[in-house]
């Protein structure tokens, strides 16, 4: 048992040594999902994320001295997620100052320019959305990307 938990703390050493940048970036977007963003996607979130980065951890034990990741891909993630993080946050805010529930501007409804301009409503919504669920295609191809980098 102490064998595999030395083993762990080795693995985990190594992957924030190598893809520190990368962890946070991942660990800030579900902080920032988690604030608005209904249950089943935060969890869903979670799965692809802590699944990238357990495939990650498994790659990089078995070439401990490789690269542990694409550098080119770990970038375009952390720049995905910076951004997601910001569009999350600033609708948060949004929401936080006109006192509405979180997450009532994911919904075409809430929004107050509905009424106004639907268009530039509902591009909000699929903006804070899609977004969001680049980052997680993104994350998941970095973490599968890891495998093949030698």
């Given at each position: 048992?102490?064998?595999?938990?030395?083993?762990?703390?080795?693995?985990?050493?190594?992957?924030?040594?190598?893809?520190?940048?990368?962890?946070?970036?991942?660990?800030?977007?579900?902080?920032?999902?988690?604030?608005?963003?209904?249950?089943?996607?935060?969890?869903?979130?979670?799965?692809?994320?802590?699944?990238?980065?357990?495939?990650?951890?498994?790659?990089?034990?078995?070439?401990?001295?490789?690269?542990?990741?694409?550098?080119?891909l770990?970038?375009?993630?952390?720049?995905?997620?910076?951004?997601?993080?910001?569009?999350?946050?600033?609708?948060?805010?949004?929401?936080?100052?006109?006192?509405?529930?979180?997450?009532?501007?994911?919904?075409?409804?809430?929004?107050?320019?509905?009424?106004?301009?639907?268009?530039l409503?509902?591009?909000?919504?699929?903006t804070?959305?899609?977004?969001?669920?680049?980052?997680?295609?993104?994350?998941?191809?970095?973490?599968?990307?890891?495998?093949?980098?030698?």
């Amino acid at each position: 048992m102490s064998k595999q938990l030395s083993n762990l703390k080795a693995i985990s050493s190594a992957l924030m040594r190598r893809a520190w940048p990368q962890v946070l970036t991942i660990i800030v977007f579900m902080v920032a999902i988690s604030l608005r963003f209904p249950l089943w996607f935060v969890m869903l979130s979670a799965a692809v994320n802590g699944a990238a980065v357990a495939y990650l951890a498994q790659c990089s034990a078995s070439r401990p001295s490789g690269p542990a990741y694409d550098p080119f891909l770990g970038a375009v993630l952390i720049g995905s997620g910076l951004a997601s993080v910001a569009l999350t946050l600033k609708w948060w805010f949004v929401e936080q100052q006109m006192k509405l529930a979180p997450g009532v501007l994911l919904r075409l409804a809430g929004h107050t320019e509905a009424a106004s301009n639907p268009t530039l409503a509902w591009s909000s919504v699929l903006t804070q959305w899609g977004s969001c669920s680049i980052f997680l295609v993104i994350v998941a191809a970095w973490g599968l990307g890891s495998g093949r980098v030698e």
